[in-house]
């Protein structure tokens, strides 16, 4: 779908879309008539052309609507991972300085990330609305067919809306049949949200024929996630049910947790059982640039004196997360509230060329699946040197990213080197089933289903504590190809809660132990500061992150969380400007931006 997904765009989407006049005898260059469009082959070009777009990207390191592929990533490395307190900015404090203010939380409207990831996702929204207005025109498709293509096109437009709605909490409609399209952003989104993710979940097929396509069970899934996000959680926990029970595999489910970990960001090995919804990124296919890999990551490589990654050093992981992941030597589980009293050693301060030795003390193994640390195998790049791959390490920290990072035995496939920096091959997961499992488990125990949560909580767990997941040393250092021997990289100790632990706890710690089974699972894949808002606890969990790493990293020194007011972005001040009619402005502010 992707690598002819580029070409339909020019075909489909251009500006002079309705400029043809009844006196030309041809349409103008560059566009099609209606009667091409409305059937069955020009309506499922233009779907082509709206899961291109999941990516954001246009072209080498250009951005749908312009600007630049990092200010859009789907992956929300900025305003969900860094703004969440996953990771640091990185690279040094003059580079890209407008992420700076959104990390700290005193950016104003007129911060150049927000309106160009604005002008995006609607550009996505456009392209839904546009398979749904020329389906209903064309008349050659089966009944099944429009069904499948009206709830795929409305799955999308839910995902698009369901970004915006997180992002900005009160953005205009556009929808199919509207023509003003200065709309206000006056009205809760959420009952639209759901009503096009409902229509996909009851319409679109269990499976599709290509992978890639939206299916029940991924709609399944988003549905309840848009009720979870509202609290929600008796509408959502039956169709959390249904999606961890559906379909069939060798082991009877559609969907389970890959057996290793790291499989999720292995292009080799994706769109396995765990995939339930992904972005499909494809390297090495546009001869402009990467731009149907994941350029909207391109700056996220280590990078410094040896580094095999042309750049660019952004999105350190935080100290602060990094002590997540320590477990008690005794039991193998988190320490929940007061796990910064454990740190992980760091080599802060210490040059390459001087000795260090790893952390000793037992780790969670996802650790070093998602953190580059001194003494620690990169994948198969050889060992991480700490400080020569920081561009500054005193501004953000000793440590790199890895889960967007390829492996150097797949780099010519996997890696994109059309540009400066690197695109990948690496999908990026809108919902794997770790993610199901986890909201699933939010959803039993505040509706009572302590053991139940228990459970779910405890099949992710046990999948970190398989030792296949866990990273070993190379054999030989200086010769990774050698292979892995069969000693761990580090102290590795990570155990299941105990049986009926959670209804021991009760509610309130039970919910402790999921959003922190949350934080580790998925770190640094673009949830956590969303999810810090809808559980109400950003401000006390940001602001104590503020205080705890800006002891240590520069970068996060000014920042401040205020409740009310930072829970959503600010509405970017460019669209209010365009909106103005008569010297009013039609969209309005978000509280406490004014």
Not at 59 to 72: E, F
Not at 430 to 445: K, N, S
Request: charge should be negative.
């Amino acid at each position: 779908m992707k690598r002819s997904a580029y070409i339909l765009i020019v075909l489909f989407f251009t500006t002079q879309f309705y400029a043809c006049k009844k006196a030309l005898e041809q349409p103008p260059l560059g566009s099609l008539s209606e009667d091409i469009i409305a059937n069955k082959n020009g309506v499922n070009g233009l779907l082509i052309g709206a899961y291109a777009a999941l990516d954001f990207m246009e072209g080498g390191d250009r951005a749908l609507g312009g600007g630049d592929a990092w200010q859009v990533s789907p992956t929300n490395w900025v305003f969900g991972a860094v703004a969440g307190g996953d990771a640091s900015k990185g690279s040094d404090g003059a580079d890209q300085p407008a992420i700076d203010p959104i990390a700290n939380f005193y950016s104003d409207a007129n911060n150049i990330l927000y309106n160009g990831k604005w002008k995006a996702l609607f550009e996505c929204v456009v392209r839904t609305n546009n398979v749904l207005k020329f389906l209903a025109k064309a008349t050659d498709l089966t009944d099944d067919e429009r069904k499948n293509i009206e709830g795929q096109a409305r799955f999308l437009r839910g995902h698009y809306y369901f970004e915006l709605k997180k992002m900005w909490n009160m953005v205009p409609w556009i929808d199919e049949g509207t023509t003003v399209f200065n709309q206000p952003n006056n009205l809760d989104l959420w009952p639209k949200i759901e009503a096009d993710l409902k229509f996909a979940y009851e319409n679109l097929p269990p499976t599709q024929p290509e992978i890639g396509r939206a299916n029940k069970w991924a709609a399944g899934a988003y549905l309840a996630k848009a009720y979870l996000y509202q609290h929600k959680y008796l509408e959502a926990k039956p169709i959390f049910d249904l999606v961890i029970t559906s379909g069939t595999t060798s082991s009877g489910l559609k969907y389970e947790l890959n057996e290793e970990f790291e499989d999720n960001w292995r292009p080799s090995r994706e769109n396995n059982p765990e995939a339930v919804f992904v972005i499909q990124m494809a390297a090495n296919v546009d001869a402009s640039g990467p731009s149907h890999a994941n350029n909207g990551d391109m700056l996220n490589f280590p990078y410094g004196d040896g580094s095999p990654f042309s750049c660019c050093g952004f999105f350190q992981p935080s100290i602060d997360m990094v002590n997540h992941f320590r477990t008690n030597p005794q039991t193998g589980l988190p320490y929940i509230s007061n796990y910064n009293d454990f740190p992980v050693k760091t080599d802060m301060g210490i040059e390459g060329n001087q000795p260090f030795t790893p952390d000793a003390g037992t780790l969670d193994p996802r650790l070093d699946w998602t953190v580059g640390r001194r003494g620690i195998p990169y994948h198969d790049w050889g060992i991480y040197p700490g400080k020569p791959w920081a561009r500054d390490q005193s501004y953000g920290g000793p440590y790199g990213p890895k889960k967007n990072v390829y492996w150097s035995e797949s780099a010519d496939t996997d890696g994109d080197q059309g540009t400066w920096a690197p695109g990948t091959a690496i999908n990026y997961s809108i919902i794997r089933f770790a993610d199901v499992l986890l909201m699933a488990a939010e959803c039993e125990a505040q509706t009572g289903g302590l053991g139940k949560a228990e459970e779910y909580v405890n099949l992710v767990r046990a999948r970190a504590a398989n030792p296949v997941t866990w990273l070993y040393k190379y054999k030989d250092n200086a010769n990774p190809s050698a292979g892995f021997s069969n000693v761990p990289a580090a102290n590795y100790k990570i155990n299941s809660y105990p049986p009926g632990d959670f209804v021991i706890r009760g509610k309130e710690e039970a919910l402790k132990a999921i959003y922190y089974e949350r934080k580790i699972e998925l770190a640094m894949e673009g949830h956590r500061f969303f999810d810090l808002v809808r559980w109400g606890i950003a401000e006390q969990e940001l602001n104590a992150y503020f205080s705890y790493q800006g002891q240590f990293t520069s970068d996060v020194r000014k920042g401040k969380f205020v409740k009310g007011k930072h829970d959503y972005y600010p509405i970017p001040q460019r669209q209010i400007d365009l909106s103005q009619v008569q010297s009013a402005a039609v969209l309005k502010q978000n509280p406490g931006y004014n």
